[in-house]
């Protein structure tokens, strides 16, 4: 939501002010940018994937963090996809200019979401893995 607000003021000329990474958001915040629910954050937060600090008996994370773990899961997902093209290319499965124009980032197979990030299967998956800051 607040993205879109951004880049209707973008659109509109408007200044849109710097993003703090130093910021903390909610539980909730977090988990709405992740695209996974509160409580599988929760269990990424047990399980040490992710950082949080305690204010009273809310818990509040670094919006730098975050975005640095979405980051790497949209690497990793990018890696596993080109590792399953070429495997299918292997059994010719995919003909070689589809999976050419996907490794090149120009084109999706059909099906396939462009943002793995908010795939709920592909969040489940990496919650128990911490992303590389790189």
């Known amino acids: 939501m607040a993205h879109a607000r951004a880049r209707t003021k973008l659109q509109l000329g408007s200044a849109v002010p710097p993003i703090d990474p130093d910021r903390l958001i909610t539980t909730q915040a977090a988990a709405d940018l992740l695209g996974m629910s509160?409580?599988?954050?929760?269990k990424a937060l047990h399980e040490g994937a992710l950082s949080c600090i305690q204010v009273g008996e809310q818990r509040r994370l670094r919006l730098a963090e975050i975005l640095e773990f979405r980051e790497?899961?949209?690497?990793?997902?990018?890696?596993r996809l080109r590792e399953l093209l070429a495997m299918a290319q292997?059994?010719?499965?995919?003909?070689?200019?589809?999976?050419?124009?996907?490794?090149?980032?120009?084109?999706?197979?059909?099906?396939v979401a462009r943002d793995q990030g908010r795939s709920a299967s592909f969040a489940?998956?990496?919650?128990?893995?911490?992303?590389?800051?790189g």
């Open 38 to 42: 509160r409580p599988h954050l929760v």
């Open 72 to 79: 790497g899961r949209r690497r990793e997902s990018e890696e």
């Open 90 to 111: 292997e059994q010719s499965l995919v003909g070689k200019s589809m999976g050419n124009r996907v490794q090149e980032g120009t084109e999706a197979p059909s099906g």
């Open 124 to 133: 489940q998956s990496r919650v128990g893995e911490r992303a590389a800051v």
